[in-house]
């Protein structure tokens, strides 16, 4: 029964934790509030190794010496944006995750709604000529000519063709 309940425990205990981060335990700051910050911060940054993982989830030899930096600016007084800021001038933009909407980065942020818009305009075009095309040989209303009534009577009159058995 202690092994059934032990390993029920296990087993909640990995369910109910949240995603497993590759902060280490001597990295974590004393004071809860700015640890929160750092781990924010963290994971708003990229790593440099991974480069689609933020530094809070990656293992990086790299990912961990930012993370150490972010604590150590957080603990010297910095506010959130002077040490985004500080990473940005020392490793560029490429270390957001989000990159900021500014001039040089808006052919990136503009890019999807763009393509999504021209799509949507090609589909509209696409459609309004298929109608058109589609209005102009429309059967339903076509006329026929005196020559197509003889001949539509003539075979409306003759008699069924008897079906062949299979």
């Known amino acids: 029964m202690k092994r059934i309940l032990a390993c029920l425990f296990a087993v909640s205990v990995m369910l109910g934790s949240s995603?497993?981060?590759?902060?280490?335990?001597?990295?974590?700051?004393?004071?809860?509030?700015?640890?929160?910050?750092?781990?924010?911060?963290?994971?708003?940054?990229?790593?440099?190794?991974?480069?689609?993982?933020?530094?809070?989830?990656?293992?990086?030899?790299?990912?961990?010496?930012?993370?150490?930096?972010?604590?150590?600016?957080?603990?010297?007084?910095?506010?959130?944006?002077?040490?985004?800021?500080?990473?940005?001038?020392?490793?560029?933009?490429?270390?957001?995750?989000?990159?900021?909407l500014e001039p040089h980065t808006l052919l990136l942020w503009l890019l999807s709604p763009l393509a999504l818009a021209g799509g949507g305009f090609a589909l509209w075009i696409h459609n309004r000529r298929r109608a058109k095309s589609a209005g102009t040989e429309d059967l339903s209303t076509a006329k026929l000519t005196a020559e197509e009534e003889a001949r539509l009577k003539q075979l409306m009159s003759a008699e069924p063709v008897p079906e062949q058995p299979v």
Do not use: H
């Not at 994971?43 to 993370?67: G, T, Y």
């Open 19 to 100: 995603a497993a981060y590759a902060v280490l335990p001597d990295e974590i700051m004393s004071d809860p509030v700015k640890e929160a910050r750092a781990r924010d911060l963290s994971r708003e940054l990229r790593c440099m190794v991974c480069q689609n993982q933020s530094i809070d989830d990656s293992e990086a030899p790299l990912a961990r010496d930012l993370r150490l930096l972010v604590r150590e600016r957080i603990a010297a007084g910095d506010s959130d944006a002077q040490v985004l800021d500080f990473l940005v001038a020392r490793y560029g933009e490429f270390v957001l995750l989000k990159p900021r």
